[in-house]
Each structure stands twice: as C-alpha cells, then as structure tokens.
C-alpha cells in the first residue's frame, strides 16, 4: 500500500507525463514540416522535455516504492530517455548538414506517434527485467539487514524518527517553498487537557512569516495525514495536537 508522499509524487509523476504529451503532440506538428528552420524550435521542447524528466528522476521516483508504479514509470522513462537522444541527434545533424532526408522525419513521426505500443510492448519488457534484476540482487545483498531491522521493530513499540515523523517532514517540504522548521515533542499536561488521548505536539517555526494561507495548507496536509492513519488531531495556532506517537528532534 502506497505512503502519502509516495501517491502525492506518483499523481505528480502522472500529472507530467500528461503535460509531456501536449509536448509530444508538438513535436509531431515542428516534423511534419520537415524543415531545418523548426530546429530551434525543436531543441526548446527538447531541453523542456529533459527539464521535467530531471525533476522525476531526482525528485518524485526515488520516493516510489510500489512494484507496479515503478514499473510504469520507468518503462515511460525510457520512452523519454530514448526520445530525447533522438532530438538530440536531430539538432546535432540539421547543425552538421543543414537538410535532413524525408525517411528521416517520417521516423522520428512515427517513433513519438507509437509511444503507447513502444511503452507497452518494449520498455515495460526492459523496464520489468531491470527492476526483476536489481531487487532479486538487492534481496541477496541486504536480507540479513532487513531481518535484523525487522527483529528490532518488534522489539520497539515505536522509535525517535519512525516512518511517520519522516512522511510529516516530507509533507512539509513539498507542502511549502518556505523554510519551515517543525518541533515534534510529548504532549503536555496542558495539550492532554485539550485532547484527552494526547502523545505529540507538532509545532512549526520559520525564519520568515508565513502568510496564514501557507501556514493553514501545511497544518490542513499534517492533519488529513495523520487522520487518515486514524490518529486524533486538534488544531491551534502553528501546531497540530495528536495522539500519534512522535517523539523527535
């Protein structure tokens, strides 16, 4: 079952490559007129398309966990790995011989036009093999630390910097441009009084004024989180009053 950030960043990755379609489509009309002149065009939406497929690689996928949605991404991601070598050696060659063939347009058409049945039919089949290979690999290499991790879970009702704590300063970092800094401490007396079955304050802090939208977006994020985990929650101002278990830094 999927994490809060690991859905939060799949609908993102999703929400992309909706975007990169529109690009694609783009593309498609730029070939259509077969010209050298629509080469800078081209390389723009080249260098867009690399932007966001960067963004992906180094944000949103290393947060994917769930088998089945890395293998989606992925075998898109190798579309666009190969799509973008591709306009690159179009703009290297237009740069280097000015006036392509005809075949050479019509297959670089034909490439982005059968993306859905390249995807489905070659990358998914590279992109299963790849993860097949590296998490049998990654099984072998690391089994006696995941055992051993486990083992000590059991040992522990709940740890200083759990899953969590983490999923919470996550949600606060994508949730915000701000520097925002989150205290995450036991309950007091005086938090039990608001909220009888009360464990953890989670306070936030900033060294700029929020702005009361971005203060309540964040705190509205942490608490939806937390309840939908089936956790208590009340509200003050900068702080959220639970009875989860937190006990960080």
Wanted: glycine residues 0%; negative net charge; proline residues 1%.
């Amino acid at each position: 079952m999927m994490s809060y950030i690991e859905k939060k960043y799949y609908n993102k990755i999703n929400d992309t490559f909706t975007e990169l379609n529109k690009e694609e489509q783009s593309l498609i009309e730029l070939l259509e007129y077969k010209s050298p002149t629509k080469a800078e065009n081209i390389a723009k939406i080249c260098s867009e398309v690399n932007k966001k497929i960067n963004v992906i690689l180094k944000k949103y996928y290393p947060e994917i966990k769930e088998l089945e949605s890395k293998l989606h991404i992925k075998a898109n991601l190798k579309f666009y790995f190969d799509l973008i070598d591709k306009l690159t050696d179009f703009i290297r060659n237009v740069e280097n011989f000015n006036q392509l063939d005809e075949k050479y347009y019509r297959s670089m058409i034909k490439f982005i036009s059968e993306k859905d049945d390249l995807i489905s039919n070659k990358y998914k089949n590279i992109a299963t093999q790849e993860l097949t290979s590296f998490y049998d690999q990654q099984s072998r290499n690391n089994l006696e630390k995941i055992l051993e991790y486990k083992l000590n879970l059991m040992n522990r009702e709940y740890f200083s910097f759990g899953p969590l704590e983490e999923e919470i300063r996550k949600i606060v970092k994508i949730s915000s441009s701000e520097s925002i800094k989150i205290k995450i401490e036991m309950a007091s007396e005086s938090d039990k009084k608001k909220l009888q079955s009360a464990n953890s304050r989670i306070s936030f802090s900033s060294e700029h004024e929020l702005s009361f939208e971005l203060n309540e977006k964040v705190l509205l994020e942490i608490k939806t989180f937390l309840e939908s985990k089936s956790f208590e929650v009340i509200e003050e101002s900068n702080s959220l009053i639970t009875d989860a278990k937190l006990f960080g830094n």
